[in-house]
């Protein structure tokens, strides 16, 4: 992951550079050497490309916060797991299961974790996070298609 000539293109708008690092963050560790060239969106010039997106954004956004932060800290505080191992817990496995990206998106999606959770344990709801987690993919997502090849930052 180090070296230049070892980075691996990751294509498809699965591999999203989420979580509070952004696009901008994933930039700077891909630089730096500690994340790989992820393309976020390689989907054809068609012209459902977008809602294609949107839709990949909201579904990510779904899944994640109603799996990890919803089920699985409403399930670990039921086995009477304090409140701030339940946090760590949810907030690494949310962040391991983004190491195919690198180190970097792992580290930020584990204090995207980590806020989201806490979140989750005072208001009870998951709707504000799977629409911040909406946005967040929907402007990486968009984001990257929009800019690729147009600016100098973007790997």
Do not use: K
Not at 6 to 25: N, V
Not at 56 to 68: K, N, T, W
Not at 78 to 96: F, Y
């Amino acid at each position: 992951m180090g070296g230049g000539g070892h980075r691996h293109a990751l294509r498809g708008h699965r591999a999203s550079p989420e979580g509070p690092h952004g696009e901008l963050g994933c930039c700077v560790a891909f630089r730096a050497g500690i994340s790989l060239d992820i393309v976020a969106a390689s989907l054809p010039h068609v012209w459902w490309r977008i809602p294609v997106l949107l839709l990949s954004a909201l579904q990510d956004g779904i899944l994640e916060e109603v799996l990890v932060v919803g089920y699985l800290l409403s399930r670990l505080r039921l086995l009477g797991v304090s409140p701030a191992w339940a946090v760590a817990i949810a907030a690494v496995l949310r962040g391991s299961y983004h190491l195919h990206q690198g180190i970097g998106p792992f580290i930020g999606n584990v204090i995207l974790g980590v806020i989201f959770s806490v979140l989750f344990l005072r208001w009870r709801r998951t709707n504000p996070m799977i629409i911040a987690h909406a946005l967040i993919n929907s402007v990486a997502f968009i984001g990257y298609m929009l800019l690729a090849g147009h600016v100098s930052w973007l790997p």
